[in-house]
């Protein structure tokens, strides 16, 4: 399984388009190479070097496995997909706002053999539980981001 994005390739910068410091909005994914089996897929963005433990900016679940792409700036999740709380407490997409330093962005994409029926305060931690023993496979995509203007 493959991700990336014409944004920015794998271990570059996330254009600040894409960040709190542009128009935060999501950037283009895409993927190919879905295992067999796969009844569902789910992307996290989180950030490891967050200060305070990892900060989640994006959660989506139930991606259905024929979709392969999100395009720039999606608002209105397609039918069927459902988004996770972030880490502001938000459904959507966050961008990159890191108070120090250059951070690490893991875009991970997950197929799985089964859809979820969460709540809908559901949150990365609820999502990862459910999906215990359901991953077929994933497949990671890192980006970059230092404020260009620091607090």
């Given at each position: 399984?493959?991700?990336?994005?014409?944004?920015?390739?794998?271990?570059?910068?996330?254009?600040?388009?894409?960040?709190?410091?542009?128009?935060?909005?999501?950037?283009?994914?895409?993927?190919?190479?879905?295992?067999?089996?796969?009844?569902?897929?789910?992307?996290?963005?989180?950030?490891?070097?967050?200060?305070?433990?990892?900060?989640?900016?994006?959660?989506?679940?139930?991606?259905?496995?024929?979709?392969?792409?999100?395009?720039?700036?999606?608002?209105?999740?397609?039918?069927?997909?459902?988004?996770?709380?972030n880490s502001w407490g938000n459904l959507g997409y966050g961008g990159p706002n890191p108070p120090s330093g250059n951070h690490r962005y893991f875009f991970i994409l997950y197929a799985l053999d089964t859809v979820f029926q969460l709540p809908p305060d559901a949150n990365k931690t609820s999502l990862l539980k459910a999906m215990n023993g359901h991953i077929l496979e994933e497949a990671t995509l890192v980006g970059r981001y230092q404020l260009k203007n620091p607090r």
């Open positions: 399984m493959k991700l990336n994005s014409t944004a920015f390739s794998n271990f570059e910068t996330i254009p600040s388009k894409y960040t709190a410091e542009g128009e935060d909005i999501s950037p283009p994914i895409m993927w190919q190479s879905i295992p067999e089996g796969t009844r569902s897929l789910a992307l996290i963005c989180e950030d490891p070097d967050a200060p305070h433990g990892t900060w989640d900016h994006w959660i989506l679940y139930n991606i259905p496995p024929d979709m392969s792409v999100f395009a720039e700036g999606m608002k209105a999740l397609p039918r069927g997909i459902h988004s996770c709380l």
